[in-house]
């Protein structure tokens, strides 16, 4: 906990200096340093020991790891974490007396238990993404009640809650005493957030595999159909007193309570992007995943698509702005700077993908668009001094220029499609590798590609080669699957900074001057370190131009 909160107090005591007056490149985020280091001494000092106390440890361990951009450490601790999950046996209740009447053990240990099983089960889903072989902790497998409200907690007042999915309760709770109303009541708003992150794996995972499905059929055998709709049903479950309303900002702002607040919100509206970018070009990692649903779906699909990706990043890009005039620090959490480099990606790219977004909202307007894109840029800014975000930030710049350069133009007055080069669809599909690698599939921002980045001497997957037309971009480079190398030929291997991995280029002279695997770890840029731990959803990053 001092580690984590170093770099506010840095900030504000130590150097007594406002805001405004700090440089640009004022960084925090290494101040708790010594601390991490010495919470780290005492995790390895009780490795052999199972307490719940040494789990808590570890979940701060991992956050302070993402925050200061150390994915290897982040990664591996995630590792542990997830074993002691499973020693504990925190994802069932510890025994069926749920009101605690025989006093074995008190409700505010039950609870503190359950929560921090769902701290575990959110940290594991930041890092799957909807890939199988990356989770440790299945929604299925959790058994227990979702959080209770805050002042029940505090009280120390037991209480039923639901489990997970919606309308069900632990199987040994006499439903003839207890209400499902009052089950409802009493979730607290981490259980909506726990809730709509369940339905957002599941949605990343179904845009993952694509093949066979239509997604414009509404019958019940179509996914994308019941996806909507279990999202829709988590959005509407959430009660009046979670709504986004001015009276709810100041009431959560009052009680500490704005980030999770403006967080559940956000959450929903990225998670409806993330399934409707089906529709929309260059929005799902590979395009050429979305290929045949853009060509065979009706009009009115694709429309919709890019109608729902531009509302919901507007609305996201709002919430944003909104959250950092209110209360600054507030906005100070990893995924806040993935929200607002997101939110920046998604609305370009839909901008790009459509052209004349007037014909699909009727209020619609570049000026608000691109005052969204300058308030993300300056909240990634804000937050790079206290994460380690440099990448987030000027992949939000290379957003706002990219649409400068597209948009800069009177109302009306379209520039020529063939002005973007993210308008071409006609690059060649990759052959498959001859063994599978994570690496192939995951987007080079996530979690598990940046680990494997700090790891020297690593094993490298089989290596092969895509060959470079003049319409590819770089950002398509970066992220497309490798074809096959040929083994007969000596290789001269440059490093690709967008993906950190090796590509190969065939030429005649032999290997020997093939750089060690430490030389070649040298070589990344200084921001590699800071690449996004969220980034396996499969965004585009507009980097190539930074690069």
């Not at 107090?9 to 805001?19: C, L």
Request: aromatic fraction near 10%.
């Amino acid at each position: 906990m001092c580690a984590l909160a170093a770099p506010i107090y840095y900030a504000k005591v130590v150097i007594g200096t406002s805001e405004d007056e700090l440089s640009a490149d004022t960084r925090f985020y290494n101040a708790g340093k010594g601390w991490a280091e010495a919470a780290m001494q005492c995790t390895f000092a009780t490795f052999g020991n199972p307490a719940i106390e040494c789990l808590m440890t570890e979940i701060l361990l991992h956050e302070y790891y993402l925050r200061v951009g150390d994915y290897s450490k982040a990664f591996l601790i995630s590792g542990f974490i997830t074993r002691r999950v499973q020693l504990l046996q925190l994802n069932v209740e510890h025994d069926n007396d749920i009101l605690c009447q025989k006093n074995q053990i008190s409700w505010a240990a039950k609870e503190s238990r359950r929560r921090v099983l769902w701290a575990c089960y959110l940290l594991d889903a930041s890092i799957e993404c909807g890939i199988d072989q990356l989770r440790f902790v299945s929604a299925g497998d959790v058994q227990i009640q979702l959080p209770c409200v805050e002042d029940s907690f505090i009280r120390n007042i037991p209480c039923i809650t639901e489990l997970l999915p919606v309308g069900k309760l632990l199987p040994f709770v006499d439903k003839q005493r207890v209400a499902v109303a009052s089950a409802v009541d009493n979730i607290d708003m981490r259980g909506h957030y726990i809730r709509a992150m369940a339905i957002r794996s599941k949605i990343l995972r179904y845009v993952k595999h694509l093949d066979g499905e239509i997604p414009w059929e509404t019958n019940s055998n179509s996914h994308f159909h019941n996806l909507d709709k279990e999202l829709r049903d988590i959005e509407s479950s959430i009660p009046v007193s979670l709504k986004m309303s001015t009276e709810n900002v100041y009431i959560y702002k009052t009680s500490g309570r704005l980030n999770l607040f403006f967080g559940l919100h956000i959450l929903i509206s990225q998670t409806y992007n993330d399934l409707y970018r089906v529709g929309v070009s260059r929005l799902v990692f590979p395009d050429t995943a979305t290929q045949w649903i853009r060509k065979n779906a009706p009009e009115e699909f694709i429309h919709m698509c890019h109608r729902m990706c531009i509302t919901k990043s507007l609305y996201i890009g709002s919430l944003l702005r909104n959250l950092w005039d209110c209360h600054k620090l507030s906005i100070v959490d990893t995924p806040y700077a993935v929200h607002s480099q997101i939110c920046s990606s998604v609305l370009v790219t839909a901008l790009t993908s459509w052209r004349d977004p007037e014909s699909l909202i009727a209020d619609f307007s570049y000026q608000k668009c691109e005052e969204i894109l300058q308030s993300n840029v300056q909240i990634l800014k804000y937050l790079a001094r206290y994460i380690n975000a440099d990448l987030y930030c000027e992949s939000a710049v290379q957003a706002l220029r990219r649409f400068k350069t597209l948009f800069s133009f009177e109302v009306g007055e379209f520039p020529n499609d063939s002005s973007s080069s993210m308008a071409s669809n006609d690059n060649p599909e990759p052959k498959n590798p001859i063994q599978f690698s994570l690496e192939y599939i995951l987007n080079p921002l996530g979690t598990y590609p940046m680990a494997r980045k700090q790891i020297y001497q690593r094993h490298q997957p089989e290596l092969t080669h895509l060959t470079q037309s003049e319409d590819i971009t770089a950002s398509e480079i970066s992220q497309s699957t490798p074809r096959q190398s040929h083994p007969s030929h000596g290789t001269d291997y440059s490093i690709n900074y967008s993906t950190g991995l090796l590509d190969s280029q065939l030429y005649s002279d032999a290997a020997d001057s093939l750089p060690s695997p430490e030389e070649v770890f040298l070589q990344l840029p200084d921001w590699a370190s800071g690449i996004s731990i969220m980034g396996g959803m499969g965004y585009p990053n507009f980097l190539e131009g930074y690069i």
